[in-house]
Structures are given as C-alpha cells and as structure tokens.
C-alpha cells in the first residue's frame, strides 16, 4: 500500500525560506515501467497546479513561477521527496501536496494521472 505524508509547512515572511519534505512509503518505483512524481500547491480559490515535477529517465520540471526559487529533490534511500522553497511571496501561500504515480505514459502536468497523493501541509508567507 502506498502512502505519501508530508510535512515541513508553516508561517514564514515573505523572503524567508522551508523545506517540505513527503514520505513516499511503499512506492516502488523502481519496479514501476514509467511513473511521475510532483509537488502540487493549491491557493484558496484556485485550481490545484504542478509546480514541480519528474519523470523516469527525465531531469526536473518546474513552472516559471517558482523557477529559480524552488528546488525538487529525492533520497531514495529515505523514499523521501523534498521541495526547497527560497525567496517565498505571499502569492506562494498554498496548500502543498506531493503526488506519485505507476501509470504508463502519463502526462505528469497534469493533476488527472496522479493516482498517489499526500494530505498537504500548509504554507503561509506574510508580507
């Protein structure tokens, strides 16, 4: 069974910096023929977006919001994801999820393919 959890959000000020991290226990990539892996966020009165991602065989992706600013990591040895967050905006203040798949050819921008989420953690960046 597949689980991710993460944790690492707060309230920071704007400027400031967090590490988020996400236990991915159970999920076996490296059985898996094609997956994805990403960091979601959702901001109150918006759609859920990708703002990082990975594909096996692939480097990371990132919007050009958070281009520069955040850094999607992995250790595998801890099956755990991290997403670096620097120079943080009040427009960053959002719920961040991390998400995971094992499906073939999947469009990892895309919220639809994942079939693995987290619960969030919650970031709030005053001004």
């Known amino acids: 069974q597949v689980q991710l959890v993460e944790s690492g959000g707060g309230s920071v000020q704007a400027g400031g910096s967090l590490t988020l991290s996400c236990v991915a226990s159970g999920y076996a990539y490296w059985a898996y023929r094609d997956y994805c892996m990403a960091w979601f966020r959702q901001a109150p009165g918006k759609e859920r977006e990708v703002i990082a991602r990975i594909r096996i065989g692939s480097g990371y992706d990132y919007a050009d919001s958070v281009k520069g600013r955040f850094t999607f990591s992995r250790d595998p040895n801890k099956d755990t994801l991290y997403l670096q967050i620097h120079s943080l905006k009040p427009e960053d203040t959002a719920m961040y999820y991390c998400?995971?798949?094992?499906?073939?050819?999947?469009?990892?921008?895309?919220?639809?393919?994942?079939?693995?989420w987290g619960q969030g953690t919650q970031v709030t960046v005053s001004s």
């Open positions: 998400a995971a798949n094992n499906r073939i050819y999947p469009d990892c921008s895309s919220e639809n393919s994942y079939n693995y």
